[in-house]
């Protein structure tokens, strides 16, 4: 644009100026658009990203300075200050480009200032310094110009900035309410709305592929007790070291969930029914021995009762067969893990484990 624009100029001063300094202005010019457009494309070849790509800012901010240096020096040296239309025609084109820069380069503000200064300052100097009366008032005329770009350069710069801020909040809040959406703020887990959303997803590709899926639920035993003798500050620091336990030893493939109140959910994929009871094993025995300090002098030892499942066509299938499981496991006496069996009308024990401690 800036080389088209130039080439315009030349062909208007052409038979006016002298014609030695035009045509090195112009071949400066020529030479300063060749290595622009070449710094382009090839940054446009080579697609830099990451700390790449702030490294182009240098190179950029070279030629674009020595750009508008050329323009700005360089017609002060060629333009005819006997001539009154030559500087008028000069003027205006300077003026156009100054105040075109406001736009142009309204991302950096080093360059937007400079680029404006570079264009102004040369122009106004030459005018006011001219002796002419039209000159002068064309020199305060752009002075006055000068500051209103200056002015825009300021406030565009600050509204791109308040965009970005804003947008970034925006960004920073849909993200955040997406989180608190699906994740239970107590123990970090996923919460119901999340499971269904996640878990209906795992089982459709294991059975696509025909892969054995598990579900897991449980619960802790006797939870009421725990908040009705200790407080729900007691209860809530046992749900935060259950779901602290869960994320430690599960894989990343494995949904897992606080679906409510006391009771979690573990989706294992490609996890066969004898697998998954032997993990419910592991989670039951590791719950039984972990204490709950509750300060100093007071720490509990609670227990859970587990429901295993591989049977259901359907994620609602698969966690009531899991819950059947669970609840005979509390019908038995609690610290359990029982494994819901198809061909028995009742979910039967696979597991069986020494009686929770009553609070």
């Known amino acids: 644009m800036s080389g088209i624009i130039e080439l315009s100029l ?15 202005w112009l071949g400066i010019t020529l030479l300063l658009t060749v290595i622009r457009v070449s710094l382009f494309l090839y940054f446009k070849k080579h697609q830099p990203t990451s700390e790449q790509l702030l490294k182009w800012e240098i190179p950029y901010a070279i030629s674009l300075f020595l750009a508008v240096l050329n323009w700005s020096i360089g017609l002060l040296i060629i333009i005819p200050i006997e001539n009154l239309n030559v500087v ?16 142009w380069y309204g991302q950096i503000r080093y360059m937007q200032l400079g680029t404006v200064c570079l264009f102004f300052v040369p122009t106004i100097v030459a005018l006011l310094t001219h002796g002419e009366y039209e000159t002068l008032w064309l020199g305060i005329t752009a002075g006055f110009i000068f ?12 509204t791109v900035n308040d965009h970005f801020e804003l947008a970034y909040e925006l960004k920073k809040a849909v993200r955040t309410a997406k989180i608190l959406a699906h994740t239970d703020v107590l123990t970090g ?9 996640i878990a209906p997803k795992a089982l459709s590709k294991c059975k696509s592929k025909a892969l054995p899926i598990s579900l897991i639920t449980f619960d802790i035993d006797y939870f009421k007790k725990i908040n009705d003798a200790f407080g729900h500050a007691a209860g809530d620091i046992a749900l935060e070291r259950i779901a602290s336990l869960l994320t430690r030893n599960l894989r990343t493939s494995d949904v897992c969930c606080r679906l409510g109140g006391e009771e979690f959910a573990v989706q294992l994929p490609n996890i066969s029914l004898k697998k998954a009871i032997r993990v419910a094993e592991k989670f039951r025995k590791a719950i039984m021995a972990m204490p709950i300090v509750l300060s100093r002098q007071k720490s509990i030892s609670i227990t859970a009762s587990f429901g295993v499942s591989d049977i259901g066509d359907t994620i609602d299938n698969l966690l009531n067969h899991a819950d059947q499981a669970m609840y005979k496991a509390k019908n038995n006496g609690r610290n359990l893990v029982v494994a819901y069996a198809a061909e028995l009308s009742n979910p039967s024990i696979q597991i069986k484990t020494r009686k929770s401690i009553r609070l």
Do not use: D, M, Y
Request: charged share 10%; glycine share 4%; hydrophobic share 50%.
């Open 189 to 197: 887990l996923n919460n119901r709305r999340a499971f269904f959303e």
């Open 10 to 24: 030349a062909a208007i001063l052409w038979h006016t100026v002298r014609s030695q300094p035009l045509l090195i």
């Open 88 to 103: 008028f025609i000069i003027s205006i084109f300077s003026i156009s480009l100054a105040t075109g820069a406001t736009s």
């Open 147 to 158: 500051l209103g770009c200056l002015l825009t350069c300021h406030l565009s710069q600050k």
